[in-house]
Nanobody, 121 residues
Framework: QVQLVESGGGLVQAGGSLRLSCAAS????????MGWFRQAPGKEREFVAV????????SYTDSVKGRFTISRDNAKNTVNLQMNSLKPEDTAVYYC??????????????WGQGTQVTVSS
């Protein structure tokens, strides 16, 4: 059974940093893209970042470019999201995604359960 377990969410003041981690089990994703999505209250889930299987290719939604960095460790079957200069509008539940084929929810094969990130002003 495939499981994606996120950790690292929490409450932080605007301008602060958080690091999200996602550990996959049940199968390896070393040959597939992984990423992060988020869902703010009252909004649809949206793409945040994706990283290629090799780690050499990354893509970000415009609102987080220059502030967030996605990385992965294929040996550990993990993907991380370093979030700096956080803003109140980054407040959302963040979801780890595996087997990512695009930027839409329907392009994702596996989801984590989500971790809450709250940024206070």
């Amino acid at each position: 059974q495939v499981q994606l377990v996120e950790s690292g969410g929490g409450l932080v003041q605007a301008g602060g940093s958080l690091r999200l981690s996602c550990a996959a089990s049940g199968r390896t994703f070393s040959n597939e893209a992984m990423g992060w999505f988020r869902q703010a209250p009252g909004k649809e889930r949206e793409f945040v970042a994706v990283i290629s299987w090799s780690g050499r290719g990354t893509s970000y939604t415009d609102s987080v470019k220059g502030r967030f960095t996605i990385s992965r460790d294929n040996a550990k079957n993990t993907v991380n999201l370093q979030m700096n200069s956080l803003k109140p509008e980054d407040t959302a539940v963040y979801y780890c995604a595996a087997s990512v084929g695009g930027f839409r929810e329907s392009d994702v094969g596996y989801w984590g359960q989500g971790t809450q990130v709250t940024v206070s002003s």
